[in-house]
DNA sequence: TCAATAGTGTCTGTTAGACATTATGGA
DNA sequence: TCCATAATGTCTAACAGACACTATTGA
């Protein structure tokens, strides 16, 4: 997080052709009450007007994780707080590169930690996305998809707040990222079933409510797993 | 699956270099009481005693779905009733190509449809695999989760059955497939309440026990969706 | 009749969602 | 005092799991 200053140089772009396919990285952040997505100007100076998701190749070496992380930081200027691959595109969709395969990673970068846009990039809500090339398109409708059903398994939404934070922030966080609203009272027996978080001695000062308590991030050891079995084929 | 017949030319295995990954596939069919995944034989001849899970390269033209199907058919001798991808793995795990990058597959086919062991492949069940490349270890180790987290969102289980089936038997499954017993009464009733089976006037006249109903798979509409939010950051 | 399997009814503990209430600060 | 927000208590419907029971066939 402290790694900041964008390269001058064209970031987020291949400059020479090293393998045959393109690592795609889709970056989100909240903005107001929704994720905003990171895009950037198309290299092609055809087509400067257009936008496109930040993708380089791998450099020797450099592993898939790696190069993701450096996409993603080389494109934000931050070092994303949550990454995973999403999956290989390799349909005849096209990309910027026409390569035949592109294997996308999806990301997270708390709103603090970038500088809003600039003449080489820009944040769409993801409400609002720009036109981009078919496969990209595919892998932000995928990569949104994924942020969702991810969220049971790994603390995205922990690793967009700061280490501190009130009940209230990590329910609106939750709700940002799921796009929709939570019940209040379900929301924290549901997170104190799961001794996920730890009061700290802390409290709000600001606002003109009752001042909330701030907690932390503390997972512990879980009893028995999930129950049942669901059938959640259909929607 | 009405296309048998292994070809008699080494199958699942790349004859020449087309292009810088490989596609794999994970195939795995229900045997006995658990699951059993397909090996084939190492192709370089140094290593004929090893086994590997079957891959090869995309054709010109052909998308990586085709080829993942391609790939499970020619090393099965069997089309796959399901089959979807698992991820890119591109780390610096030895794969028998050497090549960087591999884009795996999970698949099952029914138990009937194909034939057994024979002296280029073997079946071997999830709780002893044979000693795999490490990226195909890897792989392996993916694919079972993958297909035992996505059999809530894919009808997995329905496609390792026949068109008609019994409770009992749709509940095995999905015993054999979570590797973990079931609430019968339970199975039932979360069934009923999905809409996803519908009977027949088809009874099972074998057995000794009273004669179970046959049903059929038949999705229908679905009220409201998942309730609540889960925390299972942690086992 | 017994054994074996299919299918169902009922009870109980847990939990999600709704609602109401109390608590605590600022204006 | 009033307002805004935090935090919690209570009620209800839904549901998972356990258990028992009935039903229906073959041996």
Redesign the pocket.
């Known amino acids: 997080m402290r790694d900041r200053g964008v390269p001058s140089t064209s970031p987020a772009r291949a400059s020479s052709r090293r393998s045959s396919y393109s690592i795609d990285v889709i970056l989100f952040t909240p903005r107001g009450k929704q994720l905003a997505a990171l895009c950037v100007r198309a290299g092609d100076p055809r087509a400067r007007e257009r936008w496109i998701l930040p993708y380089d190749e791998a450099a020797p070496g450099e592993s898939l994780d790696e190069a993701a992380r450096r996409i993603a930081r080389e494109a934000s200027g931050a070092d994303p707080t949550w990454i995973e691959q999403l999956g290989a595109f390799g349909d005849d969709r096209r990309h910027p590169t026409n390569a035949p395969l592109s294997v996308a990673f999806v990301a997270v970068v708390p709103a603090g930690a970038v500088e809003g846009a600039s003449e080489d990039r820009a944040w769409f809500g993801v409400s609002e996305p720009p036109v981009l090339p078919p496969r990209q398109r595919a892998m932000l409708d995928g990569a949104l998809e994924a942020l969702r059903t991810r969220m049971d398994h790994a603390p995205i939404a922990f690793r967009l707040l700061p280490a501190m934070f009130?009940?209230?922030?990590l329910q609106q966080m939750y709700e940002l990222l799921l796009g929709k609203r939570?019940?209040?009272?379900?929301?924290?027996?549901?997170l104190?079933?799961a001794f996920l978080v730890e009061?700290t001695d802390e409290?709000?000062?600001e606002?003109?409510?009752?001042?909330?308590?701030f907690f932390r991030f503390s997972p512990r050891k879980r009893r028995g797993g999930?129950?049942?079995?669901?059938f959640d084929l259909l929607s």
């Open positions: 009130t009940l209230s922030e939570l019940h209040k009272a379900s929301f924290r027996r549901a104190q079933a009061p409290w709000r000062s606002g003109r409510g009752r001042p909330a308590q999930r129950r049942g079995v669901r």
